[in-house]
């Protein structure tokens, strides 16, 4: 099975999950498993991806990124 983008159909890098409740969104790697929830995205969608107004992103990802990841209080 392959994991692609939902934006632009490229091979997924990280999968992408949120929640209204706690207006936050994760970046997460792409497990074994995925989530049934969540996006699949490419690192390059990943790593320009800017959550909504007032909400938190997170980050979570292990392999090497752009950006030091935001870290949620
Ligand atoms: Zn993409």
């Known amino acids: 099975m392959t ?7 490229a091979p997924g ?3 992408m999950s ?3 409740e706690d207006k936050a969104v994760w970046l997460d790697d792409i ?3 995925v989530q049934p929830y969540g996006y699949i ?6 790593d320009r991806m800017i959550p ?3 909400w938190t992103l ?4 292990t ?11």
């Not at 994991?3 to 159909?9: F, G, I, T």
């Not at 392999?63 to 209080?73: D, E, G, K, S, Y």
Request: aromatic content about 8%; charged content about 20%.
């Open 3 to 9: 994991l692609n983008c939902a934006r632009c159909r």
């Open 13 to 15: 890098a990280a999968l």
């Open 18 to 20: 949120f929640s209204y």
């Open 31 to 33: 497990l074994e498993v």
């Open 41 to 46: 995205l490419c690192a390059d969608h990943a």
């Open 52 to 54: 909504p107004q007032g």
């Open 58 to 61: 997170s980050d979570r990802r």
């Open 63 to 73: 392999v090497t990124r752009l950006f030091a990841p935001v870290h949620v209080a």
